[in-house]
């Protein structure tokens, strides 16, 4: 069964960093394509950032110049460093998967941005 388990969430101030991190279980196979979405409070779900084996990366314009996406093909993880964090990043941040048609999503990590 493959899960993606996300950690790293937390309380952090505004201006403040963390990074999220999401291991890949129940497959040694790397996935194609990893990501985070994220759903803040009463809002849908956006795309935050994505990145391809190997290593090619896209990211919401709300994010760019903050946020930092990479991944680890040896662990089979993939991580998401956010940066000058503000008050309008809180949500529930998933990890997602893609490959070829396939797409899986963990259980989803609170971030809470506030003074």
């Known amino acids: 069964q493959v899960q993606l388990v996300e950690s790293g969430g937390g309380l952090v101030q505004p201006g403040g960093s963390l990074v999220l991190s999401c291991v890949v279980s129940g497959r040694r196979e790397i996935i194609n394509a990893m990501g985070w979405y994220r759903q803040p409070p009463g809002k849908q779900r956006e795309m935050v950032a994505a990145?391809?084996?190997?290593?090619?990366?896209n990211y919401a314009d709300s994010v760019k110049g903050r946020f930092t996406i990479s991944r680890d093909n040896v662990k089979n993880a993939v991580y998401l460093r956010m940066d000058s964090l503000e008050p309008e990043d809180t949500a529930v941040y998933y990890c997602t998967g893609s490959d070829y048609g396939v797409d899986y999503w963990g259980q989803g990590t609170q971030v809470v941005v506030s003074s």
């Open positions: 990145i391809t084996q190997d290593g090619k990366t």
